[in-house]
């Protein structure tokens, strides 16, 4: 009768056994256990051993799977790419558009400013001959009133003049006749 290697899990798998069982028995029988024990351990080894690789398996892919994998994130990234280009063009267009609008904006601003200005300035300078021409109306005026003082206080200065020279005659009349009669007594006393 002769030994063959055989799987001993409970279920498939889909991985190649690389546990020689006969060579185990062997080895056990050669130890000192009996053919019933030594078969019981490489069971009980070889199923240890099957549940190791599954959860080993479980954790890992493929070569296919990985390669399956590889390719769809290559696709992926290359989208992505594509997608990011997309944007930034489309982001570019659109900061491209907006800028432009500031720009015009801007432009439509500095006119209204420009305008702006221009009507305050007209503003200013009319309001500034308005007020040069009132201060010249009041100028006048004040000037106007200025000459009738003038007038008047030379017209007061020509009266009291005529007053005085009438009050000089009035005062060098009585002198004359003062000193006339005074003369007249003196030559009535000389004679005398």
Known sequence: MGFFCRNFALSSNSFATHFDSHQFVSRLEQEGL????????????????????????????????????QYTQRVDFAKLKSEIQLVEKQDFALLKSENERLLNELDKLKQRLREEITRTQASVRLDLNLEKGRIRDELGIRELKIREVDTRIEGEIGNLRTTMESVKFNILQYVVGTVASGGALLLAYIRM
Do not use: C, F, Y
Request: charged letters at 30%; aromatic letters at 0%.
């Open 34 to 69: 009996s053919r019933q024990q030594a078969e019981g351990l490489m069971i009980a080894i070889e199923q240890v051993i099957d549940e190791s690789m599954k959860g080993l398996t479980n954790n890992l892919v493929t070569r296919n799977e990985m390669e399956k994998q």
